[in-house]
């Protein structure tokens, strides 16, 4: 297919007129014209591109892209090799933060919810990017914990009574702390993003509901990957995940 097929594609799929958002969603770097191998991964680094050359790709799908709202604006440093990799070769890159957040099916939040085995019914927080749900079974919060590990490769930072039971759950991938007063708004027993910060831990525990930091990177690997899965099957494209690892 063609950039621009691809780009309209996306632009409809993911609904990119319906968000706000701290970088541009779409198209970041433009390169060739005919897409027939594509690249995804969470986020745009040096490391991603130069896997993305080695297999010849023609574009690089990533949820973290560049030009973010607070960020220095000049093409200097790290920042201009990455482009520079990206120029020199004639590869795009497009970006999708939040529209891939959300997708119902697509979407960071409904794929942690699929590898979790939580089931969604319904929406919180800014733009309805939170997702509010229950698990199957009522669990521990320590046998929780130890899925959440299993599940993502990774132990999990818990606030909370390990012997708490969990059964209604919120969740929102990513850097979405933020959310956590309005996820207990919902009733829930315990609240997953990816990171924490000091006053969260004084919350959890004055709230009683657990907060699970299972980190940013480890929450948001299976949006980006989905999509690309969902693009190779759709059109015939050559998809390749590529997972840089991130402990954070």
């Not at 198209?27 to 897409?35: D, F, K, T, Y």
């Not at 795009?92 to 697509?106: E, I």
């Not at 019914?121 to 919060?141: H, I």
């Not at 320590?142 to 969740?171: C, E, K, M, N, Y």
Request: hydrophobic share 45%; with cysteine.
């Amino acid at each position: 297919m063609t950039r621009p097929e691809l780009e309209r594609h996306l632009h409809q799929l993911l609904d990119l007129a319906r968000f706000k958002d701290n970088a541009p969603n779409g198209l970041q770097v433009e390169g060739r014209e005919q897409i027939e191998t594509i690249v995804t991964g969470v986020t745009a680094n040096r490391a991603l591109i130069e896997a993305a050359l080695d297999l010849k790709a023609d574009a690089i799908l990533v949820h973290h892209g560049f030009f973010w709202k607070n960020e220095d604006a000049r093409i200097v440093g790290i920042k201009r090799q990455r482009i520079g990799l990206l120029l020199a070769n004639d590869l795009n890159l497009f970006g999708y933060h939040l529209p891939l957040d959300a997708h119902p099916t697509l979407g960071n939040n409904a794929q942690l919810a699929q590898k979790l085995g939580l089931m969604a019914d319904g929406n919180f927080g800014e733009q309805n990017l939170g997702a509010v749900g229950v698990l199957s079974d009522t669990l521990p919060l320590s046998i929780f914990a130890d899925h959440i590990a299993q599940q993502l490769g990774r132990p999990p930072l818990i606030i909370g009574d390990p012997t708490q039971a969990v059964r209604r759950v919120a969740w929102c991938t990513g850097g979405a702390q933020s959310y956590f007063n309005d996820a207990i708004a919902q009733g829930v027993d315990a609240y997953i993003t990816g990171e924490i910060s000091e006053a969260v831990v004084h919350t959890a525990r004055e709230a009683g509901v657990a907060f699970i930091a299972a980190g940013h990177h480890a929450t948001e690997r299976y949006g980006i990957e989905a999509l690309g899965r969902y693009l190779a099957g759709e059109f015939g494209l050559t998809h390749h995940f590529i997972d840089i690892d991130n402990p954070a």
